[in-house]
């Protein structure tokens, strides 16, 4: 058994480091991939579920690799966290999507994922705002979409964040709602104008009349607070229904559309528009 067990540390060791290896080599590749112009951002609508009109999109970001394909953010956004990455990366992000949203009409917004270690790159705030100037992009059209991860530690630093850019007009939205912790006590402290229910609780095998109580609680609180309450991966019209009739006002996911690249987000547009 001992002899099994130093084989099983030697194992464990070598995968722990070939671990290791794969993501300082992601870690360099990405930084690599943002000079290289491989990353691209795409855009998801959110619709509003009253018109059917597209009301935002959201960015998500790309990265077409030479040799690995597509990569999903899953598989590099943690690495680039870990790493400090992240900080490059969410600039480049926030300055690309802020160029393709100045094109489309005063009306719709732009939703930018925010990691927690981008707001305490110090000058974090003055960022987001410079990229939106240059885009000519008037804060009240960014949404800044955030985790309760968020929230976690180094409130000082998040507070001011959330402060300034307020105070500037960007809105935040509450991402992945009710997968954390106290949630409730994030909505009291701060303005969310959006609140977006995780996709577990409304797709897949975990919904049914358990999810249903909690959607329908979570949008009567928005419509009380005045936030929306957004329903994440709708991908059947039952589920339309579902999040309809809880009270939802907007929604997204494939059965609206798939993220789709920033020619495609203004010809949605247009073609609503001429309707
Ligand atoms: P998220 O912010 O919760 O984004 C929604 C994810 O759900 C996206 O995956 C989207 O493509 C997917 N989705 C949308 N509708 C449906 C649906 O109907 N069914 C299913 N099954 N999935 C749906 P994606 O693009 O792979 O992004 C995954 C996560 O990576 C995001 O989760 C977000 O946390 C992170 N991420 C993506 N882009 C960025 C970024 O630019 N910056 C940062 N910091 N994180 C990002
Ligand atoms: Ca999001
Ligand atoms: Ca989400
Ligand atoms: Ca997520």
């Known amino acids: 058994a001992k002899v099994n067990?130093?084989?099983?540390t030697r194992f464990y060791?070598?995968?722990m480091s070939r671990d290791l290896v794969r993501r300082r080599e992601i870690e360099a590749e990405l930084r690599a991939a943002i000079l290289k112009d491989e990353l691209s951002i795409f855009f998801q609508p959110i619709v509003d579920l009253e018109t059917g009109k597209i009301r935002s999109f959201e960015a998500l970001v790309r990265w077409f690799h030479p040799r690995k394909g597509?990569?999903?953010?899953?598989?590099?956004?943690?690495?680039?966290e870990e790493t400090g990455v992240i900080v490059t990366l969410g600039n480049w992000i926030t300055a690309r999507a802020a160029k393709a949203a100045a094109q489309w009409p005063d009306d719709v917004t732009l939703a930018v994922n925010l990691s927690p270690?981008?707001?305490r790159a110090p000058g974090a705030s003055l960022g987001i705002l410079n990229a939106l100037r240059e885009a000519k992009l008037p804060p009240h059209r960014l949404e800044l979409e955030v985790t309760e991860s968020l929230f976690l530690d180094d409130h000082a630093a998040t507070e001011a964040f959330i402060a300034d850019l307020t105070e500037a007009g960007v809105k935040f939205a509450l991402d992945d709602f009710g997968t954390g912790y106290s949630s409730l006590?994030?909505?009291?402290k701060y303005p969310f104008s959006k609140v977006k229910i995780d996709r577990s609780f409304v797709s897949g095998p975990d919904v049914g009349a358990k999810s249903d109580a909690i959607i329908r609680a979570v949008a009567e609180l928005g419509s009380k607070l005045?936030?929306?309450?957004?329903a994440e991966g709708i991908e059947t019209i039952e589920q339309v229904r579902v999040v309809r009739e809880a009270g939802c006002t907007l929604g997204q996911g494939y059965h609206f559309s798939r993220a789709v690249p920033d020619y495609l987000a203004t010809m949605l547009l247009a073609q609503e528009r001429s309707d």
Request: glycine share 4%; charged share 30%.
């Open 5 to 8: 067990g130093r084989k099983q």
């Open 13 to 15: 060791d070598a995968t």
């Open 70 to 80: 597509e990569l999903k953010p899953d598989e590099f956004i943690p690495v680039a």
């Open 117 to 119: 270690l981008q707001i």
């Open 185 to 188: 006590a994030y909505i009291h």
């Open 226 to 230: 005045e936030m929306d309450i957004v």
